[in-house]
């Protein structure tokens, strides 16, 4: 199983980006899939959930300007980023609680990572 995200790059302040990640491999089921960043010296954080059934969680400071939503067809899931700004620079993770073929139980899978940097 493999999460790859894209979408990533250079904005400057009040910008908009669109991230996307899709998950391929031998999937049986995904529950949860989401957004994580990562800002230089800082832990990881939660940007935003959305669960399979479009129920959708996310952090205070993106509320507003950034909306998370998947294609479960595709196991797909995006993150339209608006009014962006410099704090929200960060290596942006994508995450999925799926089931594979391999086994009955769900597991976290975590995509490469990208960059986004919001700067003039």
């Known amino acids: 199983v493999q999460l790859q995200a894209s979408g990533g790059g250079l904005v400057q302040p009040g910008g908009s980006l669109r991230l996307s990640c899709a998950a391929s491999?031998?999937?049986?089921?995904?529950?949860?899939m989401g957004w994580y960043r990562q800002a230089p010296g800082k832990q990881r954080e939660l940007v935003a959930t959305?669960?399979?059934?479009?129920?959708?969680n996310s952090a205070d400071s993106v509320k507003g300007r950034f909306t998370i939503s998947r294609d479960n067809a595709k196991n797909a899931v995006y993150l339209q980023m608006n009014s962006l700004k410099p704090e929200d620079t960060a290596v942006y993770y994508c995450?999925?609680?799926?089931?594979?073929?391999?086994?009955?139980?769900?597991?976290?899978?975590w995509g490469q990572g990208t960059l986004v940097t919001v700067s003039s």
């Open positions: 995450y999925a609680e799926l089931r594979s073929s391999a086994s009955y139980s769900y597991f976290d899978y």
């Open positions: 959305i669960r399979r059934g479009g129920s959708t």
């Open positions: 491999g031998s999937i049986v089921s995904i529950n949860v």
